[in-house]
Nanobody
Framework: QVQLVESGGGLVQPGGSLRLSCASSRSIFSMNYMGWYRQAPGKERELVARMTASGSTFYESYADSVKGRFTISRDYAENTMSLQMNSLKPEDTAVYYC????WGSGQEYWGQGTQVTVSS
């Protein structure tokens, strides 16, 4: 079992920044996949950014809508994954979730979500 806890959401004006964090109860070294997803009211959950491991290297990818504005990262010492969000737009408003998949488990785990609201 893996517990994931997101934090860092809130209300921000358009053009502003937020940094989301996802704390894992298990070492992120044990994860072959970690990602951030979001779900806006009335819409399906969508992938925002992800890191996929190949050997000891992680490969990052982003949804087209956030490329150049969002950056995904990981802190092995703190067992956290972060999402730096800059130049936020009203359409970024959603509940943001982190997802993790341990090596060889065939399972995935979700956090409880954190609300991000971009509004003036």
């Amino acid at each position: 079992q893996v517990q994931l806890v997101e934090s860092g959401g809130g209300l921000v004006q358009p053009g502003g920044s937020l940094r989301l964090s996802c704390a894992s109860s298990r070492s992120i070294f044990s994860m072959n996949y970690m990602g951030w997803y979001r779900q806006a009211p009335g819409k399906e959950r969508e992938l925002v950014a992800r890191m996929t491991a190949s050997g000891s290297t992680f490969y990052e990818s982003y949804a087209d809508s956030v490329k150049g504005r969002f950056t995904i990262s990981r802190d092995y010492a703190e067992n956290t994954m972060s999402l730096q969000m800059n130049s936020l737009k009203p359409e970024d408003t959603a509940v943001y979730y982190c997802n993790a998949q341990p090596w060889g488990s065939g399972q995935e785990y979700w956090g409880q979500g954190t609300q991000v609201t971009v509004s003036s």
